[in-house]
């Protein structure tokens, strides 16, 4: 089982206990946002690559062209993201959020270059502090 694990800095806050913080793989969720937005004008041009960079300044990380990624901490942070993307929607064009465990995640099928890749294995604990 994959475990986040966070250390904080000797400070207690709330009921929080102090030490370390465990996170189980079916809680942490990826977030992935995808697109299709016209880019016939330069006005359509200019407004899909502002939704781009928004989705960089949020912490999303680039996929392909029109894939975005993003891991989460459970279902409230996830609809915390979606209502900040809605709220920065191009004017035309369609924009898709999936969601799905690191769990889920981790078993997803790769093809590249005509050939299947070696399935992605998530580290055993990631620190973050």
Known sequence: MTTLYTQRRGERTGSVPAGPTHYSAYRLMWMLVTFD???????????????????????????????????????????????RVGANLPERGDVFVFQFTDRQYENIVRFSDQSRRKRRKNPEQIALF
């Open 37 to 83: 937005l016209p880019v016939e004008t330069k006005k359509e041009r200019s407004a899909a690559t502002r939704f781009r960079e928004f989705l960089l300044d949020q912490g999303f990380e680039r996929s392909q062209y029109s894939n975005y990624l993003r891991l989460v901490n459970g279902q409230e942070q996830f609809e915390t993201y979606v209502r």
